[in-house]
């Protein structure tokens, strides 16, 4: 899923001699991850609110016309697509992309490929972003928002939603760097380890970066998930 930034590999689980998995790409991460990335979703623990989530995107979609930000294998444009007017989907790697095309979503429902900060303009009137949030570096927040905000209509409606740390059901967390990004490591079914960079942002943190281009924020957390909408400034 996703976008070019920071991930860390390394095959083998080995580390370097400062304890660091050197530097790979998001990209990277995800294309690897593609034939098993749906697992994620398999918690028995967090059932419940995925199907919280799930109504609450096909109800905030429901006859719009939607651009879907880092769609990753269609897990969430799936749900999007069965109520939205459209969807224009798009994700950096073409190995999820893959997986997302052989779902057969319907006519109404594009994918293309491109990357997270430069979203392909268009008449939107919403614009989703699922479980993305969180790999963006705490720098680059600023610009992912004014990205998507340029990209939809003036006045569309924003979605985004993410994962809640949740100790005991969350993968622990490995190290912070110097800006305050959160790290985990990940180890997948071929053997390789990956360094992600995942953060979970506090409820003002969210207002806050989303206060000049957004209004009528609302925020929800749950234990395992938050969820928000909003809605894009009039004037751009």
């Excluded at 899923?1 to 095959?11: C, E, K, P, T, V």
């Excluded at 006859?63 to 269609?74: D, F, N």
């Excluded at 392909?120 to 705490?138: E, I, M, N, Q």
């Excluded at 740390?165 to 800006?179: F, K, L, N, V």
Aim: proline share 6%.
């Amino acid at each position: 899923m996703r976008g070019q930034h920071a991930a860390s590999n390394l095959a083998g689980g080995g580390l370097t001699p400062r304890g660091r998995l050197p530097i790979s790409t998001m990209q990277d991460y995800y294309t690897l991850r593609a034939p098993e990335y749906e697992q994620v979703y398999a918690k028995p623990e967090r059932q419940p609110e995925l199907q919280v989530l799930r109504d609450w995107v096909a109800a905030q979609v429901r006859g719009r016309r939607v651009l879907e930000v880092a769609c990753g294998t269609g897990y969430w444009t799936a749900v999007a697509a069965s109520s939205a007017a459209s969807i224009n989907a798009y994700d950096i790697s073409p190995a999820t992309l893959e997986v997302a095309r052989a779902k057969g979503l319907g006519a109404h429902v594009k994918f293309e490929l491109g990357d997270a900060f430069a979203p392909p303009a268009g008449d939107y009137d919403c614009v989703l972003a699922g479980f993305w949030w969180s790999h963006v570096p705490k720098s680059r927040i600023g610009e992912f928002v004014s990205a998507l905000a340029a990209a939809a209509r003036p006045g569309a409606r924003l979605l985004v939603f993410d994962n809640v740390y949740a100790p005991g059901s969350s993968t622990p967390i490995s190290r912070t760097d110097a800006e305050g990004n959160l790290y985990q490591r990940r180890r997948l079914a071929d053997g390789s380890n990956h360094e992600v960079l995942k953060n979970f942002p506090a409820r003002g943190a969210l207002h806050a970066s989303l206060g000049a281009a957004c209004s009528n924020i609302d925020v929800q957390f749950l234990r395992y998930y938050w969820h928000l909408g909003a809605d894009f400034n009039a004037a751009k």
